[in-house]
């Protein structure tokens, strides 16, 4: 058996894989961590028996303990009972499903305890990448992503460790909004931006989607994760999701990852690395599809794309601000509280006059958020 922890169990990513645990039957989980949903918690603890499940709000967590007072399970909560559920004695791999910055302390104490992590919380690589990527060599614990993009790229490295990488093609959808101008977006309500075109995901990653800050944040993943330069990444924009991203080699050769909009095969992916499992599910057909089609990011409208780049060549506390911006201005926007242009006007302030820190430390990773959030606090909200 193999051995797991999850973190964010009950979003997108987490019951994704719960499904490949269902499926495989030969997956343990060992411990469960989820924000407030004791609901889901509870069948998830009924069905997988978890030996620790955390439930990061205080409230709910003694609510799950009396709900599961029949079950071998035990209930922790906060940041010390996200830790716990991620240094788990028993468990192989920590799967980083949990959305936000939340995600990093639990990673760096999973890393010093050794644990493979199968890494979705892109926001922890955007924010702490220069801490996390040392630290997993430091440990020999490798990262392997969940991210359908990196999962890509990642596959079409195999076999070619060895070899320079001439270029990175992270491909995107362009979101429900492609092919809009600036006018059209300052129309667009929640509703509307939460329509993805092709995957079905958590609410801030499918805004994120619609912004392209969420492919921000991924070409500063695809940097930390594969160690190319800024420039070394091309955003291709690639409305039919069918190439999840490729590698150019210097020799000119193109390799990429093909396959249906399905997350289950990048989280099944890391967890089974190197071996592929079978699966269920539709396959790829060429001939339904006929056509692929490619465009050059419109990041002129989308200015959340061209900020990210900012954030990235400035480097140090920037790419944090950027992070931290965009998830208060998301859930802002989410509250119906501000327009969808200033989702991106947020982000461009806050990029203008939060202090500056040229190699921030974890804690000085954790101060930049919260003095990105003071600041948003006083000027917008
Ligand atoms: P989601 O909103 O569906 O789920 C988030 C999970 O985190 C939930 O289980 C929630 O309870 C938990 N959570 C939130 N705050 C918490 C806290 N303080 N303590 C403990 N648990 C907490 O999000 P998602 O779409 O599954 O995304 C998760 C991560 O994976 C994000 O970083 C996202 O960018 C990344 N990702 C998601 C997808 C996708 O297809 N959904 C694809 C690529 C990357
Ligand atoms: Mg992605």
């Not at 409208?301 to 061209?306: M, N, V, Y």
């Amino acid at each position: 058996m193999k051995k797991i922890a999850i973190l964010g169990s009950t979003g997108s990513i987490g019951t994704q894989t719960l499904d490949i645990v269902r499926e495989q039957k030969d997956i343990e989980v060992v411990a469960l961590a989820a924000g407030s949903n004791i609901t889901l918690l509870e069948q998830q603890i009924r069905e997988f028996s978890p030996k620790l499940v955390c439930v990061f709000k205080e409230e709910a967590a003694e609510a799950l303990k009396i709900k599961i007072a029949d079950t071998d399970t035990k209930v922790v909560s906060k940041m010390e009972g996200l830790i716990e559920v991620a240094v788990h004695p028993e468990s192989e791999i920590l799967v980083t499903a949990i959305v936000g910055m939340m995600g990093i302390r639990p990673t760096v104490a999973a890393i010093k305890a050794g644990k493979k992590i199968a890494l979705a919380n892109k926001e922890t690589l955007v924010t702490a990448g220069h801490i996390i990527i040392p630290l997993a060599k430091e440990y020999h614990v490798p990262i392997l992503p969940v991210d359908s993009e990196h999962s890509a790229i990642f596959q079409s490295l195999q076999g070619n460790e060895s070899n320079r990488i001439e270029k990175i093609l992270l491909t995107a959808s362009g979101g429900p909004f492609r092919g809009k101008n600036a006018e059209d977006l300052a129309e667009m309500k929640v509703e509307d931006a939460l329509k993805h075109p092709n995957w079905s995901m958590g609410r801030k990653i499918t805004i994120d989607s619609s912004t392209l800050v969420n492919k921000g944040l991924e070409v500063m993943e695809a940097k930390w994760l594969f160690g190319v330069e800024l420039d070394q990444i091309e955003v291709v924009v690639h409305p039919q999701s069918v190439i999840h991203s490729a590698v150019q080699y210097e020799d000119g050769a193109v390799i990429a990852q093909l396959g249906t909009p399905d997350m289950r095969l990048p989280i099944q992916y890391a967890l089974y690395y190197p071996e592929r499992r079978k699966m269920s599910g539709k396959r790829l057909d060429l001939f339904e599809l006929g056509s692929l089609t490619f465009e050059r990011p419109d990041t002129k409208t989308f200015r959340g794309l061209a900020l990210a780049y900012d954030a990235m060549r400035k480097g140090g506390s920037q790419p944090t601000v950027f992070n931290a911006a965009n998830e208060r201005a998301v859930a802002m926007f989410l509250d119906r509280r501000i327009s969808y242009p200033q989702i991106t006007e947020i982000i461009e302030d806050c990029m203008e006059h939060v202090a500056y820190i040229s190699d921030p430390t974890l804690d000085q990773v954790l101060e930049t958020e919260q003095a990105v959030y003071e600041y948003i606090g006083q000027k917008w909200a």
